[in-house]
């Protein structure tokens, strides 16, 4: 139980364009999901809490026009970066929160911004 | 106050050994405690977590330390295999979870014959 997928799982794009990552419960429901990105080595950063049905909570220094967070059901929350840049280059990490509180990770998304 | 220290950065344990992750965390809200498991390429998977009730929690060959008073807590991987060989993050949280998760800086430990 308690598994999270995301999709797609890796993604390449010209810098200008917007990309759409999806990230779902598969097996509960999650009133709360949080979006992360990951630079090599290093640890996980918050971008922000995705509720649904509201506006996400986007951390200090996280552009929100430029990462656009939907909760439109309780089993999935997309992240879309706009019009992206070669240093939007990342990997980005979702995880559902399960009824005990437990975050759950999806299995991440490789974005290259050519 | 945020922070959740963690040492070392890197960990070299000869197989069949004890790996041990410490730790260390300012604020005293924090009570909920997880570690995550992350290997290259893929998302973090919960390996085990514990609350402020109880000075120690076990699952399998992974036990988790709880000091509340040095507001300290430690991974102990019994027994370590090369399977084992992965990033670990240490995390803190208040609400029992249902806040956002502050993470540490992440173990990489290595496993050797």
């Known amino acids: 139980g308690a598994v999270v997928s995301q999709h797609p799982s890796w993604v390449i794009c010209k810098s200008g364009t917007s990309v759409k990552i999806e990230c779902r419960s598969l097996d509960f429901q999650a009133t709360t999901m949080f979006w992360y990105r990951q630079f090599p080595k290093q640890s996980l950063m918050l971008m922000a809490t995705s509720n649904e049905g509201s506006k996400a909570t986007y951390e200090q220094g996280v552009e929100k026009d430029k990462f656009l967070i939907n909760h439109a059901s309780l089993t999935l929350s997309t992240l879309t970066v706009t019009s992206a840049h070669p240093e939007d280059s990342s990997f980005y990490i979702c995880?559902?929160?399960?009824?005990?509180?437990?975050?759950?990770f999806g299995p991440g998304t490789r974005l290259t911004v050519t | 106050q945020q922070q959740v220290k963690q040492s070392p950065q890197s960990l070299i344990v000869q197989k069949g050994g004890i790996s041990i992750i410490n730790c260390a965390y300012e604020?005293?809200?924090?009570?909920?405690f997880p570690w995550y498991q992350q290997f290259p390429g893929k998302g973090p998977a919960l390996l085990i977590a514990i609350r402020p009730d109880v000075s120690e929690k076990k699952e399998g060959r992974f036990t988790i330390s709880f000091n509340k008073s040095a507001k300290q807590f430690s991974l102990h991987i019994m027994d370590s295999q090369p399977g084992d060989s992965a990033t670990y993050f240490c995390?803190?949280?208040?609400?029992?979870?249902?806040?956002?998760?502050?993470f540490g800086t992440g173990t990489r430990l290595t496993i050797i014959p």
């Open positions: 995390a803190a949280s208040r609400h029992f979870g249902n806040e956002k998760l502050t």
């Open positions: 604020n005293t809200a924090f009570d909920y």
């Open positions: 995880s559902a929160r399960g009824p005990g509180g437990e975050q759950y």
